[in-house]
């Protein structure tokens, strides 16, 4: 399949649906984590399809590799996230490991997209 825009990418359709699975796994958060954890996890989730569609659209490979890059960043941050939920019995078991090996999914994803663009330049 040829990729006509970002949403073809198989990381971005993955990475929003982590975004949309944390929002709902962060509702049942205590309310004294709403300006905590609740609130960085919802950005970081936010900001790996949203910096792999503004990175696809900024025309330049560096730039794309860059917000790549960050969306990697994000995707860690989330990672940890995710472990501190779980820990805190915020999260159960299934739910943490539904969201988290999809959010590993879509680092791995990523990694192999850095690696082929860095490979390329």
Do not use: C, H, W
């Amino acid at each position: 399949m040829k990729i006509k825009n970002y949403k073809d990418l198989l990381a971005y359709q993955k990475s929003y649906k982590v975004a949309l699975l944390g929002y709902q796994v962060t509702s049942g958060f205590p309310s004294s984590e709403m300006y905590g954890l609740v609130s960085q996890m919802s950005r970081a989730a936010i900001s790996i399809p949203s910096n792999i569609s503004e990175g696809y659209r900024r025309g330049s490979q560096k730039e794309y590799t860059q917000f790549l890059k960050i969306s990697l960043g994000s995707n860690s941050e989330l990672e940890t996230q995710l472990s501190l939920s779980k820990d805190l019995g915020f999260i159960d078991e299934d739910e943490f490991k539904k969201v988290y090996e999809l959010n590993e999914e879509v680092g791995r994803l990523l990694s192999s997209y850095i690696s082929k663009l860095e490979g390329s330049s």
